[in-house]
C-alpha cells in the first residue's frame, strides 16, 4: 500500500496570505488528522476528519479550516498568515476500530511552511 | 482540558545505558500509543496499550500502561545509536483526539 503523501512538501509565503495544503491518506482510510509541529509546543492536534465530517477539533483560531472529500483525501486551509504560523504540517490517517478504538496513525512526511 | 505530560523533555545517555522516558495524563485514557520521530522524519508507530496494567515488549522496548489508565511509560534497554529519536506518547479517550504528549528527544552517545 502507498502511504500518506502530502503536498506541498515546503511552502514559503508572506504574513496575510492564505495556503492550502493537501493530504491523500492510505487507501482505505476514512480517518485524517491534522497536526501542527513546532519545536516548542510538540505536535498539536489541528483537527480530524472521518466519512467527510469534521469529527474533532483543536484548539486553533477559525483562520485554521479543513474539509474532506469522499474519496478521503484531506485539505487545510490557513488564511491571513501570521509568522506564529511557520511550522511543519502533518497528516495521519488511520482505521476507526470497533468500539470506539483507535487503530494506529500513518503520518505523512508534512508540509514545511515559512512564513515571511 | 485534558494534558498529556511527558517527561524528561531530553535524554542524553552513552550508547548500553538504558533510557525510560514517562507519560502522565490529567483523565482516564482509553488507549495510549507510542510514536517515534527521527531527525527530519515523521513520527512512526511503535505500539498501543488498550489494559490496565498492560506491559508489551519489542525486543529491547518495554511498554506499560498504568493501573489508572492515567499513566505510561517507554523503556529502551541498553540502548543502541540507532535508537536516537523523539519518543512521543498519544493518549486518547473514547470519541476524542489523541493528545499528544510534549516528547523526549533521545541521543545517544557512542
Known amino acids: 500500500k502507498a502511504g500518506v503523501t502530502q503536498t506541498p512538501r515546503y511552502l514559503i509565503k508572506t504574513r496575510g496570505q492564505q495556503v492550502t495544503l493537501s493530504c491523500s491518506p492510505i487507501?482505505?482510510?476514512?480517518?485524517v488528522s491534522w497536526y501542527q509541529q513546532t519545536p516548542g509546543q510538540g505536535l498539536q492536534f489541528l483537527f480530524e476528519y472521518f466519512s467527510e465530517t469534521q469529527r474533532n477539533k483543536g484548539n486553533f483560531p477559525g483562520r485554521f479550516s479543513g474539509r474532506q472529500f469522499s474519496n478521503s483525501r484531506s485539505e487545510m486551509n490557513v488564511s491571513t498568515l501570521e509568522l506564529g504560523d511557520s511550522a511543519l504540517y502533518l497528516c495521519?490517517?488511520?482505521?476507526?476500530?470497533?468500539?470506539?478504538?483507535?487503530?494506529?496513525?500513518?503520518f505523512g512526511p508534512g508540509t514545511r511552511l515559512t512564513v515571511l | 482540558g485534558q494534558q498529556v505530560m511527558q517527561i524528561p523533555q531530553y535524554q542524553h545517555v552513552q550508547e548500553g545505558e538504558d533510557f525510560t522516558t514517562y507519560c502522565n495524563s490529567s483523565t482516564t485514557l482509553s488507549n495510549i500509543q507510542w510514536y517515534k520521530q527521527r531527525p527530519g522524519g515523521h513520527p512512526v508507530f511503535l505500539i498501543q496499550l488498550v489494559k490496565s496494567g498492560e506491559v508489551k515488549k519489542q525486543k529491547r522496548l518495554t511498554f506499560q500502561f498504568g493501573e489508572a489508565k492515567k499513566n505510561s511509560s517507554l523503556h529502551i534497554t541498553a540502548t543502541q545509536t540507532t535508537d536516537v529519536g523523539t519518543y512521543f506518547c498519544a493518549g486518547h479517550r473514547t470519541g476524542n483526539q489523541f493528545y499528544f504528549g510534549t516528547g523526549t528527544s533521545l541521543t545517544v552517545i557512542p
Open positions: 495521519a490517517s488511520s482505521s476507526r476500530l470497533a468500539g470506539g478504538q483507535r487503530d494506529e496513525q500513518f
Open positions: 487507501s482505505g482510510h476514512r480517518s
